[in-house]
């Protein structure tokens, strides 16, 4: 490979589509996925998803075949949700379970005391705004991590 190509590699711009919303009902499932998750889990990220909404997008290739997300799927399904956000990748299937691959697998390691300072200054900074704000509706269910 030449100097001018491998430049022209580095230089292209990665193009990832806009997520969308698609109904869930439209999503497949290869049932492939090694990712499993417990019930406390499912529970934890319906919490949240009830809080937050699904702000993490689904990831499927061209044809909605899933390749991230399929616990996000169940836990929406449970919540009565009718439609997500999705990502759709113009991948070949081989690339798709790569892509599972790396996404279930891509998780950092968290330091016990950082993490512990970092909880600390979301409860004082939860104080503050409740002695501040009117009481907030479902947020804390996120929080029963």
């Given at each position: 490979m030449s100097d001018q190509q491998v430049e022209t590699e580095r230089d292209r711009e990665?193009?990832?589509?806009?997520?969308?919303?698609?109904?869930?009902?439209?999503?497949?499932?290869?049932?492939?996925?090694?990712?499993?998750?417990?019930?406390?889990?499912?529970?934890?990220?319906?919490?949240?998803?009830?809080?937050?909404?699904?702000?993490?997008?689904?990831?499927?290739?061209?044809?909605?075949?899933?390749?991230?997300?399929?616990?996000?799927?169940?836990?929406?399904?449970?919540?009565g949700m009718t439609e997500c956000s999705v990502i759709r990748l113009p991948v070949k299937d081989v690339d798709r379970r790569l892509l599972r691959q790396v996404l279930n697998k891509l998780k950092g390691k968290h330091n016990k005391e950082l993490d512990s300072a970092e909880y600390l200054r979301i409860l004082e900074q939860g104080e503050k705004e409740d002695d501040d704000a009117p009481e907030r509706d479902n947020c804390k269910d996120a929080f029963c991590i």
């Open positions: 990665i193009q990832i589509p806009m997520s969308k919303r698609v109904k869930i009902c439209d999503l497949k499932f290869d049932q492939d996925n090694p990712n499993r998750m417990s019930l406390a889990q499912l529970d934890r990220l319906k919490a949240s998803i009830r809080s937050w909404g699904d702000i993490v997008p689904i990831v499927t290739n061209k044809n909605l075949l899933v390749a991230d997300g399929e616990q996000s799927d169940a836990a929406m399904k449970e919540l």
